[in-house]
């Protein structure tokens, strides 16, 4: 999604609002844009496209103050006129997010005369504080007022031309962090904008931030508040390639460090994972990778807890009739916390009185605040947006809901996965050493691709397919093996890849005749599976071994070799992996 960087310092402005930029460009974007004071009036340079195309615009000015913009598009399209800031009046700002009810608003502008030029939500709000800023020249009431009148979500920062000063931050659904640093200033929508230079920031909640050059001040219904500062814990160089390729490639290499660092922590703090046995019915709401994580959880959880679990994508949970109670568990899974279906799940869920459990990689975020419980994956920033080490993290706590039930109805199973955990970090190394190049060679050359398996088989596959589909552009389609006869076998081709996972040994039979039928329509068949299983050379062209041991642990490992696939498929069509098309890290509008 969008970024956010403002600076009020002593530097010169415009280098650090442009590194800022570059730190935010894993969020996803399509144009990019500045405005600072500099002798006294306001100069913006927009431009569609990626940040070095901006930089061309740039002239040698030396401002102090300034704010920057990433946009994603959402309303209108990528354009330079679309393009934030944006300047109505005597108010610049960036935003992010989505104002709702901005048809509403515009036509009330438009009778007081406003135009307006771009296709944007943002306009409309640059033009609502402008005609605020008409009417009362009180900066905390014209906000406090456009607070109440904007409808949906929103992180702003903004500039009056009559207060050269001062840089103004506020925030409704999408976050904000605001730091002091001894090269002046910042405010920013994540972390790695600001690392540079601090590791200490604050959260933006419904505060309106003042941000000048010596201070920040935080206010709240005009009343001056303190606020906690928190400190960004995490070796900095999770924020950094660290002399990889890519993030991608670097966050995929950083899991074994932090399997073991999630282990030793979570077994020394076992308390922190709570015994979900208690509820009557237990739901796991998410998007995306993370809803993946959520199916194989509920996989581990009815297997090894031996209780029901309801896996609901947040978007339509959101929607759908609920059956929530008192008596209810929703575990709301998101990597950024910030996720809009997720947020808008766990506040559903909290309204029908359920118990909420959040398990959120970023502290602070807006899940992890509002569940009634959080367990932090503590992956530390994940910059590419195909999530690798968050996803396997996710996986790894549902593993470890699952252990705690284990634990109470099967001491002795559980002291053998017990055993597992512990060797889990060094196979997932060995792991990352198989030569995937190859057969991602074999993949990069196909339009289709299928992934097939068989219950946890067919979560992992699910994923697969994902991070293949996101990074490399290939058409992928995932089935539950059995479902291939029902339909989709008529579209196998002499040649179509089918990447099979056999993992399962209560199934893996079954699917190992849908993949002989595939193979007998001149599947290339890759075959992924438990190095125990009993499997005939005839139904793979190429396999990849996965170590035998506990369902618990086995499921992180085979979620490795589809990272590197999709990986190293994307690599060999030379695409940008950290920054698909069309995507953003972080889904903070519905
Ligand atoms: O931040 P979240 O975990 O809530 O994000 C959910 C999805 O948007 C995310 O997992 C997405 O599917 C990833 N890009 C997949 O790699």
Redesign the pocket.
Known sequence: MCGIIGYNGKKNAIPILIEGLKKLEYRGYDSSGIAYFIDNQIKIFKEKGRISELEKLLVDDKPTIGIGHTRWATHGKPSKINAHPHRVGNVTLVHNGIIENYNVLKEELKKKGYQFQSETDTEVATALIDSLYQENDNKLEILEKAKNLLKGSYAFVIMFDDCKDTLYALREGSPLIVAKSKEGNLVSSDIPAILEYTRDYYLLEQEIAIITKNDIKFYLNREEVKKDMLTFTHDIKTASKDGYQHFMLKEIHEQPTLIKNYLDYYFNNLDLIPDISKYEKIYIV??????HAGLIGAYLIEKYGNIEVKVEIASEFRYKKNFLTANSLVIL???????AD?IASLRLAKENKAYTLGIV?VVGSTIARESNQVIYINAGCEIA???TK??TLQVLTFSMLAYKLLKKNDSQLSQEVFSDYQILSDEVNKLLNFNYQEIAKKIAKHHDVFFIGRLIDYYLALEGS??LK?ISYIHSETYAAGELKHGTISLIEEGTPVISILTDITIYEKTISNIKETKARGAYSLVIARDNLNINQDIYDDVIKIPNLSDLVTCVLTVIPLQLLAYYVALELKYDIDKPRN?A???TVE
Do not use: R
Not at 286 to 291: F, P, V
Not at 333 to 339: D, F, L, N, P, R
């Open positions: 998410a998007c995306g990778s993370a809803y899974v998101s990597q950024s916390g910030e996720t997720t990689n947006v195909a999530t968050a996803f994902l991070k996101e995507l890290k972080s889904v």
